[in-house]
Structure formats: structure tokens, C-alpha cells
């Protein structure tokens, strides 16, 4: 089994990655910057990962044709928008690009994708909130892809709040639990 994770150098992603790489899974990491987050530069375990520059909006159809498992975590903060360009920023990163990627499997052939959702509030759930709408694509093109064929099979991740240490591109981490902790359980 080889899997190709889209979003591996986010908060989820790196986790998602180490676990891989701890169970000796062959996995390559798409994104921007191709290289291995700076937080992550002492770490063994990031060394068996294949760290691989692209854009997961437009993605080489020639990453599918090596792996066997398409897991895609892009994504942005479900942080309120207060201008369209933010709110189709919210729709492009947690919708579209996510499609896109799962469009792409299921033209490759892939059999077995899992999108990274979120559970969120019904209060949340509104067309002015950029997020949700981004969410809900990306959830209705996972559909599509397992009503494509029999054989193929879809896991659709949708955690509540998600909190630890995030890190910045340069690997200060930022602890998230102080905000995301509280909200968890108000939610």
C-alpha cells in the first residue's frame, strides 16, 4: 500500500504523516512547498516520507499512479469572512481543492480516498458561512466518488473541535488548546 496525502504538512497532516511513517506505509506528502515543515526537521520518522511539491487544486495526474490509498486534508480555519474574497478563500480551500483531489482519483482509478470534514454546529450550518459551503462540496464530490463504482470506498473524517500545538512555516509552535479545548466542549 502506498498513500498520497494531500494537506500533510498541516496540523492533521504531520500527525497523519508520522503515523504512517511509524507503521512503515509508504506515503508521499503533497504540498506548496515540497519540503518537510521546519518543526519536523529533527524528526526521524519524516525521513521516510516523500515530501513532494505541488498544488492540490491542480493536481499531476502522474502522483495517482503509484498509490493505492488518496487521503486529502486541505483546508483552512473556520474563521468567519467578512469580505467575498475571504469567504471564496474559505469555499476554494475547503471545498474545490478537495474535490479537485478527489476527482483526480477517481479518474486515476483509485479505490479507497478518506476526506478530512469537520462536524459542524447546525447554527454554523448557513450558505453565508464560507466554511461550511466548502465542507458540504467536498462531502458531496466524496459521495459521488463512491457512487461512481462498487469498488471504490470512501472514509469521511468529520472531527468537532481539533486542538494541540500548530506550528508557523518558520516551526514556532502555537498551542491551540488554550481557544480550541474550550470551544470543544461549548460545542
Known amino acids: 500500500m502506498t498513500v498520497l496525502v494531500f494537506g500533510g504538512n498541516g496540523f492533521v497532516g504531520c500527525e497523519i504523516m508520522q503515523r504512517l511513517a511509524e507503521l512503515d506505509i509508504p506515503c508521499t506528502s503533497v504540498s506548496r512547498s515540497g519540503e518537510r515543515p521546519a518543526h519536523l526537521k529533527q524528526q526521524a520518522w519524516a525521513e521516510q516520507v516523500n515530501w513532494l511539491q505541488g498544488d492540490a487544486a491542480k493536481p499531476d495526474p502522474e502522483w495517482f499512479s503509484e498509490c493505492s490509498v488518496v487521503i486529502t486534508l486541505v483546508g483552512s480555519p473556520p474563521v468567519p469572512t467578512f469580505s467575498d474574497e475571504?469567504?471564496?478563500?474559505?469555499?476554494?480551500?475547503?471545498g474545490i481543492t478537495n474535490k479537485t483531489v478527489i476527482e483526480h482519483a477517481a479518474a486515476a482509478g483509485i479505490k479507497n480516498v478518506v476526506l478530512m470534514s469537520a462536524d459542524i454546529p447546525k447554527v454554523l450550518q448557513k450558505q453565508g458561512f464560507g466554511y461550511y459551503v466548502?465542507?458540504?462540496?467536498?462531502?458531496?464530490?466524496?459521495?459521488?466518488?463512491?457512487e461512481g463504482s462498487g469498488e471504490r470506498r470512501i472514509s469521511v473524517l468529520k472531527p468537532s473541535s481539533i486542538y494541540g500545538t500548530r506550528h508557523t512555516k518558520g516551526g514556532t509552535g502555537l498551542p491551540l488548546s488554550p481557544f480550541m479545548y474550550p470551544m470543544s466542549k461549548a460545542i
Open 134 to 146: 466548502g465542507k458540504q462540496l467536498a462531502i458531496d464530490a466524496a459521495l459521488q466518488f463512491a
Open 86 to 94: 475571504a469567504y471564496q478563500r474559505q469555499v476554494f480551500m475547503n
